[in-house]
């Protein structure tokens, strides 16, 4: 799914001057989304990433910064730190951490753009990436809703060659029409960013999962929940996470320091056959 | 014939009286109050500490104890609540380094501004909480 090839963007990155081509080691990630939208499956994407990373074996920290929702600490409360976002002097924590572990995940609550880029600007903080060799890779939500579309034109006008960005798609969240007809896609392919696309579930699997977390008096992880559900939401929840580590798997390069082996089988789709009635 | 009223259910005896769970968090609240902080993030701030509760919660309580204050004509001085009881013994006891100090000028701290500078270490080392790292295992299932 994912629509840029891993050696072109390492192309573009070492045009950017960006580490990686002088013999020093990949930088370390952090990931999040700035966007300004909520319901739009940050916290879902998160989840699906704490799931790889548990996966691959790879040392993370997450962070839950939306202290109103607090999404992914009630999916992990003893994985995820909460460290809500409210003010500048709020990201001063994940600078001191810069650095000091592979990728860092950050799930920051919804309308807080301006806030978070003036932070960004007030403690220059891609200067301070830099010298962590540390990079930011940006999950762009390509949403139609008007303030999807404007922050992430905020984000990537702000922070330009010096953040790496993702296109997520969530179909089953968001339209993404009028996002491919306006200029972001051209100014995301500036940047070389890859697009991914996050599987639909069934409401029946969505309302079982809903029951059994209710029942358990606990915000179950898909994962968790698949020991509970029928066999066909099971079935369903193991496919989804597996074309979305496939999909991660594809850009690791912008998730981790490190390579790592492909190991997910690539689910083949059914192709519906197209038969001329009259050929028969 | 009027219907007699259900009585209502007595604790068993020897029970403890109930005591509010925010009482140790009153400096705390205070404090964050005069700062300007919002209910939902006094909440916020105490739950993290480890007393689940809500926005609704902690407005109810401080109202309460500001009613209590007005009606018995008495602060409630910082630094009694029962989580601080073994401060309030030892400044009962002990004298504070700014009176123990040979220079006159220095003025002796007062339980109140002790306790602030405490609530102010906690929401410091509160804020400077790490990040925890977690290290999976290869294939965790997460």
């Keep these: 799914m994912s629509s840029t090839s891993t050696s072109s963007r390492s192309r573009l990155r070492k045009e950017a001057g960006n580490a990686d081509d002088d013999g020093k080691p990949r930088p370390h990630r952090i990931i999040c989304s700035l966007q300004s939208t909520g319901r739009i499956g940050k916290s879902t994407v998160a989840q699906a990433l704490i799931s790889w990373f548990g996966f691959a074996g790879v040392e993370f920290a997450a962070v839950d910064a939306d202290g109103e929702h607090q999404t992914l600490s009630r999916?992990?409360?003893?994985?995820?730190?909460?460290?809500?976002?409210?003010?500048?002097?709020?990201?001063?924590?994940?600078?001191?951490?810069?650095?000091?572990?592979?990728?860092?995940?950050?799930?920051?609550?919804?309308?807080?753009?301006?806030?978070?880029?003036s932070a960004f600007a007030h403690f220059q903080a891609f200067d301070f990436f830099q010298s962590k060799n540390t990079r930011l890779t940006s999950l762009i939500f390509a949403s139609d809703e008007r303030p999807a579309m404007a922050s992430a034109a905020e984000i990537i006008s702000t922070f330009g060659p010096r953040s790496d960005y993702i296109t997520v798609k969530n179909p089953a969240r968001f339209q993404s029409e009028i996002f491919i007809h306006s200029q972001l896609p051209n100014m995301l392919a500036e940047y070389s960013a890859p697009t991914i696309e996050i599987g639909r579930i069934t409401r029946t699997t969505l309302d079982h999962l809903?029951?059994?977390?209710?029942?358990?008096?606990?915000?179950?992880?898909?994962?968790e929940a698949e020991k509970l559900l029928p066999a066909g939401s099971v079935i369903e929840l193991q496919s989804w996470r597996n074309r979305l580590f496939a999909q991660f798997e594809d850009i690791c390069d912008l998730l981790l320091p490190t390579e790592v082996s492909k190991r997910v089988e690539r689910p083949e789709g059914l192709t519906t056959a197209k038969v001329d009635p009259y050929s028969l | 014939m009027t219907a007699r009223k259900s009585r209502k259910a007595q604790p068993p005896p020897g029970a403890k009286p109930f005591g509010s769970a925010l009482w140790p968090y009153l400096t705390l609240i205070t404090h964050l109050r005069l700062k300007r902080a919002t209910w939902a993030e006094i909440a916020e701030e105490i739950s993290a500490a480890g007393t689940p509760v809500t926005r609704q919660g902690v407005h109810a309580f401080f109202k309460r104890c500001k009613q209590r204050e007005k009606r018995r004509g008495s602060s409630y001085a910082l630094g009694t609540e029962p989580a601080n009881a073994e401060f309030a013994a030892k400044l009962s006891t002990a004298k504070s380094p700014q009176q123990e100090s040979p220079d006159a000028s220095v003025q002796p701290m007062s339980a109140i501004d002790e306790m602030i500078a405490e609530a102010q270490e906690t929401i410091r080392s509160s804020k400077q909480q790490l990040i925890k790292p977690y290290k999976p295992k290869p294939d965790a299932q997460l």
């Design chain 1, 210 to 223: 809903d029951a059994e977390s209710a029942k358990a008096k606990k915000a179950l992880t898909f994962r």
């Design chain 1, 75 to 117: 999916w992990y409360p003893d994985i995820v730190t909460r460290l809500p976002f409210r003010e500048t002097d709020d990201l001063l924590p994940i600078l001191n951490e810069t650095g000091s572990m592979p990728a860092m995940l950050i799930d920051y609550p919804a309308q807080s753009t301006q806030s978070l880029l």
